[in-house]
C-alpha cells in the first residue's frame, strides 16, 4: 500500500521569506511517479510537477525548487522569496504503475503568505 | 494546454434530487476520475474509468454512479442526493505519466 504525509498542516510566512513544505512517502513500488499540486482559494487543483523515482535530480522553475532523495522517501518543495500570491494548500501525491497509476494524495499543507 | 472543464462551479439541490455533474477534457485521455474533498478528509476518490463504457469504484462510491460514453467526458451521478453528499466534486483526466489535470470544481450543497 502506498502512503504520502505531508506532517505540515498550516505554515505561515511573511512574504519574502522562504518556505519549505515537506513530503514522506512510502512504496513497495520500485517505479513510481511523485507530483505536487497547488490549490488556490479558487478551488482548482494546479500540477506543477511529476517525478519519476529513477530521476533524482533536483529540479528548479524559477522561485520553486524540489528536492527528491530517495534515501529518505521525501520530495519537499521550496518556494524561494515567498509571495501573498503563493498562499494556498499544496499537495503532494505518489503514484505507481502497480496502483494503475491511481494517485495517492498527502493531506495537504496549507500556506499563508502575509504581506 | 490540457483543459478540464466542468458543467458548474456552483450547485444547490433538493435532497432526493437527481443530480448530474458532467466532466469534460480535451486531450484525449483515457483515464478520468472523479473525487470529493471536505475539510479535514482530503482528496477521496469516488470513481474512475480507464476507457469508454468502463468504470471502477474508488474508495467511496456509494450513493454515486458514473457515466462514460465518450472519451471525453465522464459524467458523475447522485441518483437521491442527500445532505451528507454536500462538497466539493473535483473531475480529472491523466496524461502518459499518471499526472491527473484537474477541472475547477463544483461547489454542491445539497439543503
Known amino acids: 500500500a502506498q502512503k504520502v504525509t505531508q506532517a505540515q498542516t498550516e505554515i505561515s510566512v511573511v512574504e519574502k521569506e522562504d518556505v519549505t513544505l515537506d513530503c514522506v512517502y512510502e512504496?513497495?513500488?520500485?517505479?513510481?511517479?511523485l507530483f505536487w499540486y497547488k490549490q488556490p482559494p479558487s478551488g482548482e487543483l494546479v500540477f506543477l510537477i511529476r517525478r519519476n523515482s529513477f530521476d533524482e535530480q533536483n529540479e528548479i522553475s524559477g522561485r520553486y525548487s524540489w528536492n527528491f532523495q530517495k534515501s529518505t522517501s521525501s520530495f519537499n518543495f521550496t518556494i524561494t522569496a515567498s509571495q501573498v500570491v503563493d498562499s494556498a494548500v499544496y499537495f503532494c501525491?505518489?503514484?505507481?504503475?502497480?496502483?494503475?497509476?491511481?494517485?495517492?494524495f498527502g493531506g495537504g499543507t496549507r500556506l499563508m503568505v502575509k504581506p | 494546454d490540457v483543459k478540464v472543464t466542468q458543467s458548474s462551479r456552483y450547485l444547490v439541490k433538493r435532497t432526493g434530487e437527481k443530480v448530474f455533474l458532467e466532466c469534460v477534457q480535451d486531450?484525449?485521455?483515457?483515464?478520468m476520475f472523479w473525487y470529493r474533498q471536505d475539510p479535514g478528509l482530503g482528496l477521496r476518490l469516488i470513481y474512475f474509468s480507464y476507457d469508454v463504457k468502463m468504470k471502477e469504484k474508488g474508495d467511496i462510491p456509494e450513493g454515486y454512479s458514473v457515466s462514460r460514453e465518450k472519451k471525453e467526458r465522464f459524467s458523475l451521478i447522485l441518483e437521491s442526493a442527500s445532505t451528507n453528499q454536500t462538497s466539493m466534486y473535483l473531475c480529472a483526466s491523466s496524461g502518459r505519466f499518471g499526472e491527473q489535470y484537474f477541472g475547477p470544481g463544483t461547489r454542491l450543497t445539497v439543503t
Open positions: 512504496t513497495r513500488d520500485t517505479t513510481y511517479y
Open positions: 501525491a505518489l503514484s505507481t504503475n502497480n496502483a494503475g497509476n491511481m494517485l495517492t
Open positions: 486531450m484525449d485521455h483515457e483515464n
